[in-house]
């Protein structure tokens, strides 16, 4: 684990205010990305597999103006490090894990704003039963679901939904492309706004001329049916992306929202932010409209004193070989293999996490990271950086980060949860506020409205899914596009 430096006494760039967006990261699981402080008195990981754990998150969170809670899931059990699941299920790196869809309903009954990016992933589940599901939460929600689109990374992944092999890196997004046409034109296309008139006296609920079947005939899906949902009140549900390798950003560009990116320093950062926006832009997108969330971990005391001591708290249950073993299977790289003080070399590469193995290798010609090194800083909240501090510092450390990566705010990982949450919000949060850097509150409406204003419910002309609304629909395009 290594500590973000705190900011000369300049601070952030003068006259900035972007205001700094934070979403919470969490999985369903025992360890997510601090490996060992499960085994911590004050942490309650633990508890996921009780639904009283998920709702008092959800209500800290809102509290503490979070945006959304972003859940991160795959199908992996894990099993490259050793050669086998052995060795992730001692330490509960990532395994076992929950459905993170279930949850959601429950969560969202005792919050009122906070929005839900939950992860599925496009190549293992066929586009209609998935898009029932979504615009099923969006509507239990009224609004509120967001969907981080992901394609896998890993062989035991693969295997377990009945592929050969792992598809090659970029196949799957090729693959990814097509699913999202098939969901768009299930979202978009298949009913329009006023088909369901709910019409007592004359005993009709919905007008069938306003609602079409979708035809999808591609290389990978078919489908052919109508939408089994009326319209939500996002209709696509609001599209997270994580993709930062080549590859990754070019379908990140064409799709997402909110773009989740990692890496250790600015310098790994703040090029792929520039090179997506510039992707978008070059795409007739609004390359400020896509928005950048960059993964950090806070520990925050009523004083540096106080924080450092959570610090060490902290540091008496680190285990940083269960850090090479999350690593070791994203990246599908055998870590236990390789000698601690060897440098991490980019063509030791596999058809696993690319970007994840950039952020440690090619990405910052400035720095050269060992195998003990990479262990050592991913201990503790993963492949971010870490801000260490009172309220002041680490807001300072937030501000400068944000300036240096042109990012729109945080995924916030955490040491232990959900107290490092509650720190966040008792802490951080206010003094944000007094610098005009975090909402005062939470905006009226959805969460794609939240994040881009009132009249923004769908998303706009110019996103590709537009394409997929019916030329008899014109209200809702129209609609869209305010």
Known sequence: MTQTP?????????????????????????VHHSPGLWRHPEDRSLDYTTLGYWTDLARTLEN?????LFVADSMASNDVYGGSYHAALKVGAQIPKLDPIVAVSAMARVTRHLG????????YEPPYPFA???STLDHLTKGRIGWNIVTGHTS??????GEKALTPH???????????????????????????VRDRANRVFADPAKVRPIVHRGQHFQVEAIHLSEPSPQRT???????????????????????????PTPNVIAPVVADTRARAAALGRDPKEILFFSM????VGATEEEAREKLESYRRFLNPEAALILFSGWTGIDFSKHDLDAPIRFDDRSQGLVSALEAFSIADPNRVWTVRELAEHNAIGGRGPVFIGSATQVADQIEAWVEATDVDGLNLSYAVTPGGYADFDALVVPELRRRGRFKADYAAGTLREKLYGPGRSRLPQSHPAAAFRPAAAPVAAARAAV
Not at 6 to 30: C, L, Q
Not at 156 to 161: D, E, N, Q, T
């Open 6 to 30: 705190a900011p000369d006494s300049t601070g952030p760039a003068a006259g900035s205010k972007k205001e700094i967006r934070v979403n919470a990261f969490a999985m369903a699981t025992p």
């Open 64 to 68: 503490g103006g979070f945006d959304a």
């Open 116 to 123: 839900f990016g939950i992860t599925s992933n496009a190549l």
């Open 132 to 134: 029932r599901r979504m």
């Open 156 to 161: 035991s992944g693969s295997r377990a939904v």
């Open 170 to 196: 970029d196949a799957r997004y090729d693959i990814a492309d097509e699913y999202l046409d098939a969901v768009y034109a299930l979202w978009e296309g298949s009913w329009d706004d006023d088909a369901a």
């Open 237 to 263: 549900p609001v599209l997270f992306q994580a993709g930062a390798s080549t590859r990754g950003r070019a379908f990140a560009a064409r799709h997402a929202e909110c773009i989740f990116v990692s890496g």
């Open 296 to 299: 950090a971990t806070t520990i």
